[in-house]
């Protein structure tokens, strides 16, 4: 290889490794907020949910409210995956997108049929190629996710949910542990009695048992409480915001998850560059080395033929 084509490659590789870094730290500033907002909604999730069984309690047995109605028979399951609008992520995104179709695959091959929800374009763009039809399609909204987001999609699974159209809703997403290690999660939305959302609870079905994860003490006596209007009219009100809760505490989950796997990939990119710059630099000097070599014999050469 030419001495101009190498300095021209090791340009070039400095340049991507300047891009990667510079990505690296956006992704690495986003991921902090993305953190601080998971952070400040645990209490205000785990105060729905231990509202939300307290009036199940209260209410005595199953209300009879077509949300908590349990269809006779498993027909047709919603699949709702979580994915980014970006890509340069690593693994995020087909992760999720291989999860949810070995899902699908395992309810199709027991006779169920499948409908399809994907929030963030690579989830949508990925069922597409795949010949999926996606029955709703959330984006545009993934590297900031707002509540009127989780609202919409919350809407839209209910509806079909009651309407009959969906007898189980389930919601794949990546969990965020930390920068490093995102875990990918399949979680039962609905029905609610088998629901396992909301910091890895155990849905209405066993709303009688503690609530570790709501940050409260309720192993001593609860406090009396009157309900006005009746137990069953709050929870009518309550259900719609804990299925609301659950998706928006998954968008932000994604989130998290999408920054801290940019910031790795970015991370693990700019220390190829650099390693491929090293290489292409040695290679550079052993070339240049050469061609000082090859000078200095012709130089010899010329002046002993004049000897």
């Known amino acids: 290889m030419a001495l101009k084509d190498v300095k021209s490659r090791i340009s070039s590789v400095k340049n991507i490794q300047k891009i990667t870094r510079a990505m690296e730290m956006v992704a690495a500033a986003r991921l902090r907020r993305a953190e601080q907002r998971i952070e ?34 498993e027909n047709t399951v919603g ?16 992760q999720i997108v291989r999860a949810g179709l070995r899902a699908g695959a395992e309810y199709e091959g027991d006779g169920k049929s ?5 929030s963030g374009r690579r989830g949508v763009s990925s069922l597409a190629f795949r010949g999926r039809e996606t029955r709703g399609a959330y984006t545009g909204f993934t590297d900031r996710p707002a ?49 396992t959302i ?40 309550l ?31 700019s220390e190829n560059a650099g390693e491929i710059i090293k290489d292409l630099t040695l290679e550079f000097n052993r070339e240049r080395q050469a061609a000082i070599t090859q000078e200095i014999m012709e130089v010899v050469a010329g002046a002993e033929s004049l000897v």
């Open 198 to 237: 909301l910091e890895g609870g155990e849905g209405l079905a066993g709303r009688a048992g503690g609530d570790e994860d709501d940050g409260a003490d309720d192993s001593g006596k609860h406090a009396l409480v009157e309900y006005e209007p009746d137990p069953d009219a709050i929870l009518e009100r």
């Open 147 to 195: 509540y009127a987001n989780a609202r919409e999609i919350a809407a839209d699974l209910m509806a079909a949910y009651v309407d009959g159209e969906l007898d189980r809703v389930e919601i794949v997403y990546n969990r965020y542990v930390s920068p490093l290690t995102q875990e990918v999660t399949r979680e039962t939305l609905l029905p609610l009695q088998q629901a």
């Open 114 to 118: 499948t409908m399809w929800f994907a």
């Open 79 to 94: 699949i709702l995956l979580v994915t980014g609008d970006r890509g340069l992520a690593g693994a995020f995104n087909s």
């Open 239 to 269: 259900i719609p915001s804990y299925v609301e809760i659950s998706i928006f505490r998954a968008l932000l989950e994604s989130t998290a998850s999408e920054h801290g796997a940019r910031m790795t990939a970015m991370r693990n990119a």
């Open 40 to 73: 400040a909604l645990r209490p205000y999730a785990g105060a729905i949910r231990r509202m939300t069984r307290q009036a199940a309690e209260a209410a005595g047995n199953v209300p009879n409210l077509p949300i908590l109605n349990e269809h006779e028979a």
